[in-house]
């Protein structure tokens, strides 16, 4: 029997397997989607829509409104997310202290953690000339505006970008080994020290025993079961939660599904006269840093997007969205992320469809709206000579529905990661976030998993 069973292999799941097999357990890491490697991944757009995400692109709230993006293979989000490393700032750990009653829910505990994750990864800060035209145009607005900006810091090795190599293509997994994705950071090297990996498994029914779990799943059609002295949920926001719903937890604790929050981000375009070539080099590579907007809830990042995507953004027809979309070189882009409440809803129906609610509050509109209007002064402060809207908008950051607290009526796992009344089944991914914090969540995620292991391994 294994000494640990880890369900999902994404920021949490991946860096929590590694840790633990590092520390000498015998680890099994079970997932969903398949292994891609960097020389397997899809070589297009449209593929890696198709083949790297849940129901095959995007999925929706229940009111078809938000679209949520959410990945399944080996490596989780990690694969395409853009890998901004950030650790949090005292505000976002005072608010998960006061929510959820966890007192090392601060920088001061959490620091060996970071470092320990920090260390290793391949960590890298932008510099001047890796600016492209969308963010020289950003950061130009920003100084004669008076806002405060600032580089980001992104987990990378050789990018190749000065050979002409634009990394806009690594969103659907970095064909390098360069990007800082769990696969690259932790779950290969994992498998050096004996991490087992099995794919393809999507777990269905947890059953908790004495002095063990058993696990049941689904493999290319067939029923499978493993059992494992001790079970880790790793299955991210929607995964996780869907998990312990399928297994009856939440007569147990009514906490469950709740908290569910996403820092829904809105995209406006700007058209210039000259090329801004926003595809091109790091595209992303600077971030709103003024703490006005910090107690305001929201940021502004320099952002783009390949072309079918934004063809999707542009929501208009006919002519005039072929007009725009020839005009792709020409187009400056920003978005607003907001620090929205918690107030999502994870569910599922009777036939195991999930079901995610997801309405904004009058502070999250607030939000939004005065993000809006700073994105709209940078636009006419750049020149641009068209500005664009897009009224999709999206959550990236799927956290909550599980969250770590004291309190089981109000949690689902206590401090020690452990669900509240179990002593072998334990969480630890971006579902365990009591709210969101308004910063890039998966630099944590992999230092909670670097906390849980440490703890396990002891
Ligand atoms: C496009 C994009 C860009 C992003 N950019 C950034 C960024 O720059 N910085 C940052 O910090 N964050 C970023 N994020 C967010 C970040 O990727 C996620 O917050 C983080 O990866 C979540 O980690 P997780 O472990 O909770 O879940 P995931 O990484 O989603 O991993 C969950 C894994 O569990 C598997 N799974 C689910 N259910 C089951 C089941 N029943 N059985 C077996 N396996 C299962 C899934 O297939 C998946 O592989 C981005 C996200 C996206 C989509």
């Given at each position: 029997m294994h000494d640990f069973i880890v369900v999902g292999s994404g920021s949490g799941g991946g860096s929590l397997a590694y840790y633990l097999t590092k520390g000498g357990a015998k680890v099994l890491l079970i997932e969903a989607g398949k292994m891609y490697r960097k020389d397997t991944f899809p070589k297009s757009e449209a593929d890696t829509s198709a083949q790297l995400y849940w129901g095959g692109g995007i999925e929706f709230d229940k009111d078809a409104r938000m679209g949520f993006l959410r990945t399944k293979m080996v490596g989780g989000s990690s694969i395409v997310y853009q890998c901004l490393m950030d650790r949090f700032d005292d505000i976002a750990f005072n608010d998960w202290k006061s929510e959820?009653?966890?007192?090392?829910?601060?920088n001061q505990d959490m620091a060996p953690h970071y470092d320990a994750v920090e260390s290793d990864m391949l960590l890298h800060t932008f510099v001047?000339?890796?600016?492209n035209g969308n963010a020289r145009l950003f950061v130009d607005a920003c100084d004669k505006l008076d806002y405060k900006w600032g580089a980001l810091r992104r987990g990378q090795g050789d990018c190749g970008a000065d050979k002409?190599?634009?990394?806009?293509?690594?969103?659907?997994?970095?064909h390098r080994d360069s990007k800082q994705s769990s696969l690259v950071a932790f779950i290969q090297k994992g498998e050096k020290l004996g991490l087992e990996i099995q794919t393809e498994v999507e777990i269905g029914q947890i059953e908790s025993n004495k002095d063990s779990v058993t696990i049941k799943g689904i493999n290319n059609g067939k029923p499978i079961s493993f059992q494992g002295k001790k079970v880790i949920l790793c299955g991210g926001s929607f995964g996780s939660t869907k998990m312990m719903l399928q297994s009856g937890y939440k007569s147990k604790l009514?906490?469950?599904?709740?908290n569910f929050a996403s820092h829904p981000q809105f995209m406006w375009f700007g058209l210039q006269?000259?090329?801004?070539?926003?595809?091109?080099?790091?595209?992303?590579?600077v971030a709103s840093k003024d703490p006005n907007f910090r107690k305001q809830g929201f940021k502004l990042e320099n952002v783009f997007a390949p072309p079918i995507s934004i063809a999707m953004l542009y929501t208009i027809y006919g002519a005039k969205h072929q007009q725009y979309m020839k005009r792709y070189r020409h187009m400056q882009c920003i978005e607003v992320a907001i620090r929205d409440e918690n107030n999502g809803t994870i569910q599922i129906d009777n036939k195991g469809k999930l079901i995610v609610t997801k309405r904004f509050t009058d502070s999250d509109m607030l939000k939004k709206s005065k993000g809006l209007e700073v994105i709209k002064n940078i636009l006419s402060t750049s020149g641009a000579e068209e500005v664009f809207e897009s009224s999709l908008y999206f959550g990236l950051h799927l956290m909550g529905g599980c969250v770590m607290g004291i309190d089981p009526n109000k949690s689902v796992v206590n401090p020690d990661f452990q669900?509240?009344?179990?002593?072998?089944l334990y969480i630890a991914d971006s579902?365990?976030?009591?709210?969101?914090?308004?910063?890039?969540p998966g630099l944590t995620i992999k230092s909670l998993g670097h906390r849980l292991a440490q703890q396990l391994i002891k």
């Open positions: 959820s009653g966890v007192d090392w829910f601060n001047e000339s890796e600016r002409g190599n634009d990394c806009l293509a690594c969103l659907g997994g970095c009514p906490a469950l599904g709740n006269k000259e090329k801004v070539d926003a595809h091109k080099l790091m595209f992303q590579s669900v509240h009344g179990e002593s072998n579902s365990i976030y009591p709210n969101a914090p308004g910063i890039n």
